[in-house]
């Protein structure tokens, strides 16, 4: 369901090599380094960075984060990293670089990770800033949600396609009773939301909305940040699901939406930036 459209056969000594004529002389050649960048896949982009730093003795991420700014350097920045280093920095910003932290990234991290890919992003996380992403958590979120965003990531969860339905309808009781007392750091909310499976979770959601009326997921949005949509949340869905899923949320977003995500960035982002979000989106034009 990946959206990137690249060739089978590529030389990482020419793309390197092509990367680096675009960074030099009066200006950089942006749409150089789109046609290249754009269409390269997760491999070929590690392969890439290794012919860079073997030719040049430099790392083409910083060389590129030097001659690109603003949005479009964010997102060619996130695109280039390896997955795991991608989702590091992303969380990293979501905790730490903003006025106040984006819950809402932690949550997705800790949702539609398996355990296994969480962990591995926390381990990157860890090399990358010398800190655990449960402690910079624990830092700096604040409020109700302090207990529950800890719980969340620092959870090995079980995976598995097993329902219980007895857990399923108590803890749909459970977790009611505490938001309905706005008690978002009860131990017994952490503990169903962060150690259940995903498929045990998705059932005492279900039993929660039939028995109460109403999605959590309406009534928890009320206790976390409601930012509007940003090119900061442009970027990371489209660089970590343009190898994954994209073309899939693409469906979903026109279903929804009676427009295609390719018209909305259209509407709503300009330039190299713009060029490139298109270009991960598969439209040649």
């Not at 990137?4 to 680096?20: F, Q």
């Not at 754009?38 to 290794?50: D, E, P, Y």
């Not at 009773?177 to 978002?184: G, L, R, T, V």
């Not at 952490?190 to 997921?217: F, W």
């Amino acid at each position: 369901m990946s959206t990137v459209i690249y060739p089978e056969n590529t030389s990482p000594v020419a793309d390197a090599e092509a990367i680096r004529k675009a960074c030099q002389g009066w200006g950089t050649d942006e749409k150089a380094i789109i046609s290249i960048i754009g269409h390269r896949n997760a491999t070929q982009k590690k392969l890439i960075r290794q012919a860079y730093e073997e030719l040049y003795c430099e790392d083409i991420v910083k060389r590129l984060e030097s001659e690109l700014s603003g949005q479009f350097e964010k997102a060619v920045y996130r695109w280039i990293l390896n997955p795991r280093d991608r989702d590091a920095v992303i969380l990293h910003v979501a905790i730490k670089e903003r006025a106040i932290p984006n819950y809402r990234v932690v949550i997705e991290y800790s949702c539609i990770y398996s355990p296994e890919e969480l962990l591995a992003v926390k381990r990157a996380y860890q090399a990358r800033y010398k800190t655990s992403v449960e402690e910079d958590i624990a830092q700096y979120s604040t409020g109700h949600l302090h207990k529950f965003l800890v719980g969340l990531v620092g959870t090995y969860r079980y995976v598995g396609d097993e329902i219980n339905a007895r857990v399923a309808n108590s803890e749909a009781d459970i977790l009611h009773n505490a938001i309905s007392n706005k008690e978002f750091n009860n131990e017994e909310i952490v503990r169903v939301i962060s150690t259940r499976s995903t498929t045990q979770l998705v059932a005492t959601l279900n039993r929660y909305k039939d028995y109460y009326g109403s999605s959590i997921t309406k009534v928890i949005r009320y206790a976390i940040n409601e930012s509007r949509t940003d090119e900061e949340s442009l970027t990371r869905v489209i660089v970590t699901r343009a190898e994954k899923d994209l073309k899939e949320i693409k469906e979903l977003y026109y279903k929804r939406n009676s427009v295609t995500l390719d018209h909305a960035i259209t509407n709503h982002t300009s330039g190299n930036y713009k060029a490139f979000l298109l270009t991960l989106l598969g439209n040649e034009n």
